[in-house]
């Protein structure tokens, strides 16, 4: 059996839901595997993101957003409203806040805005963090208008994304 890993590097915009449409790459990555016949799965590192199977949208808005995706980002806007204030949700807490901002990694600022964040994990924990794709004579059984996205829901900043990718089979 092989096992193959990978991983794509995606950036965030900072100032809404990013949508990474990465269809093509994870088919290219299939394909250096060599596998033939098994699965693939395409997952996130991150709490406040997932990794989504729909149908690509052929139209978008004024900010290049797949339609489809607007209407998803207006739906979880009332189910799930940004966070803008402290307090607004529960999380983040006194001691998770304290935590947060003695870090010392380069990825977490130490700037408590970045917490209010919490719509961002709910989001991602509604959607979940991974997809498992069955491939069957080296393709990926996605249909013809199925496409692979990486959302990133935490709108506070840009930043550098890990969408990891493993394949097994034969």
Avoid at 51 to 56: D, G, K
Avoid at 74 to 80: A, E, G, P, S, Y
Avoid at 95 to 117: S, V, W
Wanted: with cysteine; glycine share 8%.
């Amino acid at each position: 059996m092989t096992v193959y890993h990978d991983e794509l590097i995606l950036t965030s915009n900072g100032r809404r839901v990013t949508y990474h449409r990465i269809t093509d790459q994870v088919k290219e990555m299939v394909r250096k595997s060599g596998v033939k016949n098994g699965i693939c799965v395409v997952a996130s590192q991150h709490t406040t993101c997932s990794v989504i199977f729909e149908e690509y949208m052929h139209d978008v808005n004024f900010n290049g957003d797949e339609l489809l995706q607007v209407d998803l980002n207006n739906i979880m806007d009332t189910l799930v409203p940004r966070c803008t204030t402290e307090g607004q949700y529960h999380h983040p807490g006194p001691k998770h806040t304290a935590f947060a901002l003695e870090l010392t990694d380069p990825d977490y600022p130490p700037d408590p805005g970045t917490l209010l964040n919490t719509d961002a994990h709910i989001r991602a924990s509604l959607f979940g963090a991974s997809e498992t794709f069955i491939i069957q004579d080296g393709q990926l059984l996605i249909g013809t208008v199925g496409y692979i996205y990486f959302v990133d829901w935490d709108q506070n900043r840009v930043r550098d994304r890990h969408c990891r990718i493993a394949i097994l089979g034969e």
